[in-house]
């Protein structure tokens, strides 16, 4: 009878793994690594969605909101007004508007009793919605002249308590309006509007600065840089009669003429 180590001896594999165990461990392994990396891209597929899905909403948010327009804000108080105006026999309507994304626009207008506007004056409070590549005079001309824009052109600068303001006017007219801007970094605030106020382009010149003078802050808001350009503004404060244009500046840039300062923008 053979003995139990006599039949081992004789087995094929005695002491090596049978090749379908080995194989069939290949295999497994093998499985488990494409499973692993199956499931690997499909975790970077998700994660990628879910980013996706998250930067989705805010797109969508942000694109209406370029593209909303302005509101008028009945419930906003007044921030600005003119102290001391001349403008007894003409009604003045204050307008507040805002827009989604944080600009504030304050308008004062004064019509006379036929409903002709003669003077406008917007203080500018820009949010997200500036674009400082925009044509930095083509709202003001629309604004001058609703039906149809024409390109404005220089008028020369005067002196205010905000310091110098740029003005200008439609082209070929000697003296029928005058439209003025100030843009101001610190903090950031845009004083424009437009006047038809006096007989000829001394008087209206005189008319703006004499306005812009006359400009004082109602309420700051939570906004203390606003109260401070003010106060610092009122200390540099000076009286009409000193833009009257019975005192014109000898100054040539500041004259009432400005030849050299005339041309289309």
């Not at 139990?4 to 165990?21: D, G, N, V």
């Not at 840089?225 to 244009?245: D, G, H, Q, V, Y």
Request: glycine residues 8%.
């Amino acid at each position: 009878m053979r003995s139990f180590w006599a039949h081992r001896a004789h087995l094929p594999y005695p002491t090596r793994i049978h090749p379908a165990l080995t194989s069939f461990a290949d295999e497994c392994t093998a499985t488990l690594a494409r499973l692993l990396a199956y499931v690997g891209t499909l975790a970077l597929v998700a994660m990628l969605g879910i980013h996706l899905w998250d930067q989705l909403p805010a797109v969508e948010s942000n694109e209406p909101a370029a593209k909303a327009s302005w509101s008028l804000a009945d419930r906003s108080h007044p921030a600005f007004a003119v102290s001391q105006s001349d403008f007894i026999e003409k009604t003045v309507t204050y307008e507040i508007f805002r827009h989604p994304l944080g600009g504030r626009r304050d308008v004062m207008r004064w019509v006379r009793q036929d409903e002709t506007p003669v003077v406008e004056l917007e203080i500018y409070r820009p949010g997200g919605e500036f674009n400082q590549s925009g044509p930095v005079f083509a709202d003001l001309a629309e604004r001058m002249e609703p039906s149809g824009a024409r390109a404005l052109e220089a008028a020369g600068i005067i002196d205010s308590k905000f310091g110098t303001v740029t003005l200008l006017r439609r082209p070929g007219e000697g003296g029928s309006c005058l439209g003025f801007l100030k843009r101001l970094d610190d903090p950031d605030l845009q004083i424009s509007g437009w006047s038809c106020q006096g007989d000829g382009l001394p008087a209206q010149r005189a008319a703006v600065s004499c306005m812009l003078n006359r400009l004082i802050l109602l309420t700051a808001g939570n906004d203390p840089k606003l109260a401070e350009l003010f106060a610092r503004a009122e200390l540099r404060r000076t009286s009409c009669a000193s833009a009257s244009p019975a005192t014109p500046s000898a100054d040539w840039v500041t004259s009432a003429g400005n030849p050299f300062l005339r041309g289309t923008l």
